[in-house]
């Protein structure tokens, strides 16, 4: 009696091993790309994605939010602090250069400027950004 319920004990693990296994992969077929059609949508799903450390969709998110208020000098700016952080430094700096006289967040923005100042060797150019 004991055998018998061990193994039917050991084919239902089994079983179930097998089924858990495959929920993964089920669950990636199924799955629809989420649609963004507004404004808050994006900021959000850009907001959470860089929250999760994921700047690649916070920057594809960010860049749809920008669609919608292209004037949202916040949004720029956590544009280009991601794209710094992703190391995609070339494409930060056309917002950099947005928002060098913005008061609010030119901080970021000039530091940037300065960086890209010193790679191109003009120190002086560099010395006026900080």
């Known amino acids: 009696m004991r055998q018998g319920r061990a193994r039917w ?3 239902l693990a089994i079983v179930t091993g097998m089924a858990i296994s495959a929920l993964p992969a089920y669950a990636k077929q199924t799955t ?6 507004s404004f808050s949508g994006a900021y959000l799903a850009a ?3 860089e929250g999760d450390n994921d700047l690649d969709s916070a920057i594809a998110y960010y860049k749809q939010a920008l669609a919608f208020d292209p004037s949202d000098t916040g949004l720029q700016q ?3 602090l991601s794209l710094i952080a992703q190391g995609r430094f070339d494409e930060s700096l056309v917002y950099a250069d947005k928002l060098k006289e913005v008061p609010d967040v030119e901080r970021f923005s000039r530091l940037a400027l300065a960086v890209d100042s010193f790679h191109k060797k003009d120190f002086t150019k560099a010395q006026y950004w900080l």
């Open 9 to 11: 004990l050991t084919r």
């Open 47 to 49: 907001r959470i994605a």
């Open 78 to 80: 956590s544009l280009m």
């Open 32 to 37: 629809e790309p989420v649609k963004i059609t």
